[in-house]
């Protein structure tokens, strides 16, 4: 009770220290924009941005912070082609994270995932969820939603995010949390706004439409019964799905409308082309092999980095292992390994596979060729183990 108790008097000073509301003027102009100066600690908005620095002081340490030095200005400059007003405002921080998400707070801090950028086609479907993201920041959406917050007294939502005593971080996670949870009207306007501006910056106006098309359908491509049934969010804050109203009305919008060459799309992929094998890896890591395949088809389908991408497709079918996967990661290895691009831990997974499969005279020329490829692995021992005693098989 003591401890409860505690935690409740912690949780209650920092929300009321941050969500105190004065009479002075908001950041914010009439019409929702932002107006480019530091609102008062004492207000409402105020306690908003100590929350938001706090978690952009936090974003510079965490480990998953992609630290390239072109990414990031890659990623700002394409921010700075839908929100030229805001460009003095915005600083990008570029997360290895394997999810589809982007946000921005109002003090001007932008995370962008990785998740998002790999399931980008384009350039300008990056454009459009980065303008997505300004919309909401330019139009006050995440204080609107912090004034509701608090006049809910929603201090048993923060509590039950941190009865595992990580006051610090639970409390962030759950506060951001909230307030990138927008609703029904907000969406919307966001997308019409995040339209209007890529397409003013020149970018392709079927862009949003496709990417929030990708988006559904690779949830429906998922492993998990419960996540195809489910409904398909544009980030991970968002409590408002992506609808085929939602598709519909972008569809609307971009009807009639030019779009830009396919030399687009070719740029975007050299952008992010050296990231690929470790973004598909950590995706990996999320163990829907569904969507992880339905991602992979979808970046094949530009007919680039082909051997990145059928390596990573026969590593999701080995690791799956549902019936027939083991001949679909032979065949993603297989063709993997007549690309220039291909990893070259594809003739080590050869080796194993033709191995498992009778197929001796294949997984010595597999094994063979990993270890003329891979003078210093560090799994060269067991290779050359496993060589020895393929050898040794056949001899007897």
């Given at each position: 009770?003591?401890?409860?108790?505690?935690?409740?008097?912690?949780?209650?000073?920092?929300?009321?220290?941050s969500?105190?509301?004065?009479?002075?003027?908001?950041?914010?102009?009439?019409?929702?924009?932002?107006?480019?100066?530091?609102?008062?600690?004492?207000?409402?908005?105020?306690?908003?941005?100590?929350?938001?620095?706090?978690?952009?002081?936090?974003?510079?340490?965490?480990?998953?912070?992609?630290?390239?030095?072109?990414?990031?200005?890659?990623?700002?400059?394409?921010?700075?082609?839908?929100?030229?007003?805001?460009?003095?405002?915005?600083?990008?921080?570029?997360?290895?994270?394997?999810?589809?998400?982007?946000?921005?707070?109002?003090?001007?801090?932008?995370?962008?995932?990785?998740?998002?950028?790999?399931?980008?086609?384009?350039?300008?479907?990056?454009?459009?969820?980065?303008?997505?993201?300004?919309?909401?920041?330019?139009?006050?959406?995440?204080?609107?939603?912090?004034?509701?917050?608090?006049?809910?007294?929603?201090?048993?939502?923060?509590?039950?995010?941190?009865?595992?005593?990580?006051?610090?971080s639970?409390?962030?996670?759950?506060v951001?949390?909230?307030?990138?949870?927008?609703?029904?009207?907000?969406?919307?306007?966001?997308?019409?706004?995040?339209?209007?501006?890529?397409?003013?910056?020149?970018?392709?106006?079927?862009?949003?439409?496709?990417?929030w098309?990708?988006?559904?359908?690779e949830t429906?491509?998922?492993?998990?019964?419960?996540?195809?049934?489910?409904?398909?969010?544009?980030?991970?804050?968002?409590?408002?799905?992506i609808?085929?109203?939602?598709?519909?009305?972008?569809?609307?919008?971009?009807?009639?409308?030019?779009?830009?060459?396919?030399?687009?799309?070719?740029?975007?992929?050299?952008?992010?082309?050296?990231?690929?094998?470790?973004?598909?890896?950590?995706?990996?890591?999320?163990?829907?092999?569904?969507?992880?395949?339905?991602?992979?088809?979808r970046?094949?389908?530009?007919?680039?980095?082909?051997?990145?991408?059928?390596?990573?497709?026969?590593?999701?079918?080995?690791?799956?292992?549902?019936?027939?996967?083991?001949?679909?990661?032979?065949?993603?290895?297989?063709?993997?390994?007549?690309?220039?691009?291909?990893?070259?831990?594809?003739?080590?997974?050869?080796?194993?596979?033709?191995?498992?499969?009778?197929?001796t005279?294949?997984?010595?020329?597999?094994?063979?060729?990993?270890?003329?490829?891979?003078?210093?692995?560090?799994?060269?021992?067991?290779?050359?183990?496993?060589?020895?005693?393929?050898?040794e098989?056949?001899?007897?």
């Amino acid at each position: 009770m003591r401890r409860q108790a505690t935690l409740r008097s912690a949780v209650s000073s920092v929300l009321a220290a941050s969500i105190a509301v004065t009479a002075v003027t908001p950041a914010f102009a009439q019409d929702g924009r932002m107006v480019g100066r530091r609102p008062d600690i004492s207000t409402d908005e105020g306690g908003l941005w100590a929350q938001s620095d706090k978690a952009e002081t936090e974003a510079r340490t965490k480990a998953e912070l992609n630290r390239d030095p072109d990414l990031t200005p890659y990623v700002r400059g394409v921010a700075c082609k839908v929100a030229a007003e805001y460009c003095g405002d915005i600083r990008v921080y570029v997360m290895d994270r394997p999810y589809f998400n982007a946000s921005m707070a109002p003090n001007g801090y932008m995370e962008v995932w990785s998740g998002l950028m790999l399931r980008a086609r384009s350039e300008s479907e990056l454009a459009f969820v980065l303008g997505h993201e300004v919309s909401h920041f330019a139009h006050g959406h995440s204080l609107t939603t912090w004034r509701t917050m608090k006049s809910r007294s929603n201090v048993g939502m923060v509590l039950m995010l941190a009865g595992g005593g990580i006051v610090g971080s639970l409390l962030y996670l759950g506060v951001m949390s909230t307030v990138f949870a927008f609703s029904r009207e907000q969406e919307m306007e966001a997308d019409r706004l995040a339209f209007e501006r890529t397409v003013k910056a020149g970018y392709d106006p079927a862009a949003a439409a496709a990417l929030w098309r990708s988006l559904r359908e690779e949830t429906a491509a998922s492993d998990f019964p419960k996540t195809r049934t489910s409904d398909t969010r544009g980030s991970i804050f968002n409590t408002h799905p992506i609808t085929p109203d939602r598709i519909a009305a972008l569809d609307g919008l971009a009807a009639g409308r030019t779009t830009p060459s396919e030399g687009e799309r070719t740029r975007y992929r050299a952008q992010i082309r050296k990231f690929l094998p470790a973004w598909l890896a950590d995706d990996m890591r999320r163990r829907d092999y569904g969507q992880t395949l339905h991602l992979i088809d979808r970046l094949a389908a530009d007919g680039e980095d082909l051997g990145v991408l059928e390596f990573y497709k026969g590593e999701a079918y080995r690791r799956r292992r549902l019936d027939g996967d083991q001949d679909k990661a032979l065949a993603a290895y297989t063709a993997a390994s007549g690309h220039a691009d291909a990893p070259v831990a594809v003739w080590r997974e050869l080796g194993d596979m033709l191995g498992k499969v009778g197929k001796t005279a294949e997984a010595r020329t597999a094994w063979e060729t990993y270890l003329a490829k891979a003078v210093d692995a560090e799994d060269r021992w067991l290779v050359e183990a496993n060589l020895k005693k393929l050898n040794e098989g056949s001899e007897s």
